[in-house]
């Protein structure tokens, strides 16, 4: 008799390759905001949101995105709205115009039919997520 391998499950590492591409979505202010996709071919996806003056370009949010794809999971990270490459006006403590991005980027992925799995903020952006 053979010996047999067990089918793979969802916690074992998955040799998918991830193609990242640049993604800009309109916020509900007419601002670009603009992002990358790490994709795996997954339908189930995790935004990241950044910290206070950071962007989608800082060490935690790339690390993160790269953590997610080596377990086969896709995920998104984005600059909000005048921060890093987006559009608009950095605004000191602007938590309600960040929830007002975050839910326009969620939005964005529900039409295209992806199954949003975590939100995971950085710093301050845990309390937009919380009050999104």
Do not use: W
């Amino acid at each position: 008799m053979l010996p047999t391998r067990p089918s793979p499950t969802h916690h074992e590492r998955v040799d998918t390759p991830v193609v990242q591409q640049r993604v800009v979505i309109n916020n509900r202010h007419g601002e670009k905001l603009v992002g990358i996709s790490h994709e795996t071919g997954s339908k189930e996806l995790v935004i990241l949101c950044h910290g206070f003056q950071s962007s989608k370009e800082r060490i935690p949010m790339v690390n993160l995105a790269a953590a997610f794809g080596k377990e086969g999971i896709s995920a998104f990270r984005f600059d909000f709205a005048g921060n890093g490459e987006s559009e608009g006006l950095f605004q000191y403590g602007n938590y309600r115009r960040e929830a007002d991005d975050l839910r326009d980027v969620v939005q964005h992925f529900y039409r295209e039919k992806r199954v949003i799995i975590a939100l995971v903020g950085h710093s301050k952006e845990v309390y937009s997520l919380r009050n999104g």
